[in-house]
């Protein structure tokens, strides 16, 4: 009994609620309302483009061909200076500093020959007044210039060891 007259009075309620009018211009309010939508968000569509950067000077077909003869030179110039380095080596182990020093002062003869090729290579480079000639080469010439690197890189072991 208790229930039916809840559910009585809630019926009443409702249609009391909806024919004072408030029930309609609620739902007249949500319908008229936009629903709020979530747009992703650019986070560099606000920013503006970044300005290109200017083009490197253009090197020459001789330039490139120079380049891959510097680097077949310093791949030969690395074995031989290689071998002399193993050499001053087994003299150190063998405890003959003379030998020792003698035979890395030949193999630092090698490697820094290999750096002199190079450096006259990068004289011969274009630049502009955006770009320097290191960073020429650096942009055309990265695999010759890794080939290079790669050859000097027993240089800094010479130095360290070499007595002047």
Do not use: C
Request: proline share 7%.
């Amino acid at each position: 009994m208790v229930v039916a007259i809840l559910v009585v009075v809630g019926v009443i309620a409702l249609i009391v609620f909806l024919a004072s009018g408030q029930g309609s211009k609620n739902e007249e309010t949500l319908r008229a309302s936009p629903t709020p939508t979530m747009h992703p968000t650019n986070p560099r569509a606000s920013q503006p483009e970044a300005p290109k950067p200017p083009p490197y000077p253009a090197i020459s077909m001789d330039i490139k061909r120079k380049a891959m003869d510097v680097a077949n030179q310093a791949k030969e110039l690395q074995k031989k200076g290689e071998a002399v380095y193993e050499e001053a080596m087994a003299a150190r182990r063998e405890d003959d500093q003379d030998l020792w020093q003698e035979k890395l002062a030949e193999a630092n003869d090698y490697f820094y020959e290999i750096r002199e090729l190079w450096n006259e290579l990068i004289a011969e480079m274009p630049s502009n007044e955006h770009y320097d000639e290191e960073q020429v080469a650096n942009h055309y010439l990265g695999r010759e210039g890794s080939i290079v690197s790669k050859a000097l890189s027993r240089l800094a072991d010479i130095k360290k060891q070499r007595r002047l």
